[in-house]
């Protein structure tokens, strides 16, 4: 990081720090500006803030202090531009924290080529923040060569090549690097995307009992990415054979993985320990979710559990019990493979390649045409269970398999089956 003091004859009212903001799944530049002018105290924060940013005024205010600072008891001013783009989470509590400092002439460096990133905590250290990675995507590509990010999001941040990364763990630290007081640390990756290697899934093929003909149903699913939907009596493996549908399906490339890592970061679903999203997502939402929960939403939109699922398996068991205007709703998605949420102050489109995967009973108790137990369910309440499930979503599903029960013989064998390793390399 490039220092320049400032010459100490020039009184520094206003300072400008970088910031970035999420859109959707993507970054944009935030440009923080600071103004501390003489009266009575008071501090505004203004361009489109929402809860989160409006309640950073305690952290910074407690920070600063708790950093060996003296927060300025005059007018305090602080502008997030551009002002017509609404500001959500907590990243910007650095990047204000730093402007304040700059302002007051408690800290002099040159920041034009530095964006700063990350949650203040009250004693002034750096926390977690959601969406680190396209937000060090898009101030790369806008230039900036220098990026600051809490010490625990390094990893994240460093999966954007050619940029500068420093972690940093307190407010304290930072300042004294800026003044060069201490060495800046410089983040050096120990493995790129390509290093990282999926981890093994949970659910093998070769621990599934019988269920021949659905294994091989599943595979050719897995080779031409179709859509599933499995049924059968309760406890026939319908779920366990849903579950096992990842270990089959292709290892993504540096491309997919740096979409599914962008989407499990703006949700903050990232695990800390795994930078990169190298196993194919899995989800499997209870048939009481909501419409915004499975296609995405809120008042600021976030990832639905479709998009969670991008490059990845959407498990939807007892499929007939998700409500009706829930699997209608999917009917776009599956066919375009993205989906736009529409509001007020404009529209966010993401990404919803996946594959959909659904188990269902042939009846309400289950048991229709199962050879051993009997049904007890009158014809048409078995129609009108069935007839649930509309004929233009039907229309977007390539494979219907039955998954009859498996026999005691068949469960009590010792010999495993094929495993997914080998059933992966056919794929």
Do not use: W
């Not at 002099?108 to 964006?115: E, G, I, N, R």
């Not at 990133?117 to 220098?146: C, K, W, Y």
């Not at 406890?235 to 270990?247: E, H, W």
């Amino acid at each position: 990081m490039t220092l320049r003091p400032l010459p100490v004859n020039i009184s520094v009212m206003l300072a400008k720090v970088m910031s970035c903001a999420t859109v959707g799944l993507d970054g944009a530049v935030v440009e923080v500006e600071t103004d501390i002018t003489p009266g009575l105290p008071f501090f505004a924060i203004v361009g489109l803030p929402d809860m989160a940013v409006q309640e950073a005024k305690e952290r910074v205010r407690a920070a600063i202090r708790n950093s060996g600072f003296t927060f300025p008891m005059k007018r305090i001013a602080v502008n997030l531009a551009p002002a017509d783009l609404k500001k959500e989470g907590p990243a910007y509590d650095l990047s204000i924290a730093m402007a304040i400092l700059i302002s007051s002439e408690q800290v002099a460096a040159d920041v034009s080529k530095t964006v700063f990133l990350g949650e203040l905590s009250m004693d002034g250290s750096l926390r977690h923040t959601n969406g680190i990675l396209p937000m060090v995507a898009v101030a790369h590509e806008q230039g900036f060569s220098t990026i600051v990010v809490p010490e625990v999001d390094a990893k994240e941040a460093s999966l954007i090549e050619g940029v500068k990364i420093i972690p940093i763990a307190s407010l304290a630290q930072l300042t004294s690097c800026l003044q060069g007081e201490i060495p800046t640390p410089e983040y050096k990756a120990e493995q790129t995307a390509d290093d990282v290697t999926p981890s093994t899934p949970a659910t093998d093929l070769a621990y599934i009992k019988g269920q021949e003909h659905v294994k091989r149903a599943l595979e050719v699913a897995a080779a031409g990415g179709h859509n599933i939907i499995m049924m059968g009596p309760p406890g026939s493996g319908k779920t366990l054979l849903a579950r096992s549908l990842p270990s089959i399906l292709p290892p993504m490339s540096n491309e997919e993985a740096l979409e599914v890592t962008k989407i499990y970061s703006v949700s903050g679903l990232l695990p800390p320990d795994t930078p990169i999203m190298r196993q194919r997502p899995f989800r499997a939402p209870h048939y009481t979710i909501s419409n915004a929960g499975l296609v995405g939403g809120g008042h600021f939109p976030k990832p639905g559990e479709i998009s969670l699922s991008h490059r990845g398996v959407l498990f939807l068991d007892e499929l007939p019990e998700f409500g009706h205007s829930l699997l209608e709703t999917l009917r776009q998605p599956l066919e375009d493979k993205t989906v736009t949420i529409s509001r007020a102050q404009g529209s966010i489109k993401f990404p919803a390649s996946f594959m959909l995967a659904g188990a269902m009973n042939p009846c309400p108790c289950g048991f229709y045409g199962d050879p051993i137990r009997q049904c007890t369910c009158p014809p048409g309440i078995i129609s009108r269970y069935q007839r649930r499930i509309s004929g233009p979503f039907i229309d977007r599903v390539d494979i219907f398999v039955e998954v009859p029960h498996i026999d005691y013989e068949k469960l009590a064998d010792d010999r495993l089956g094929e495993k997914s390793e080998k059933v992966q390399a056919r794929v």
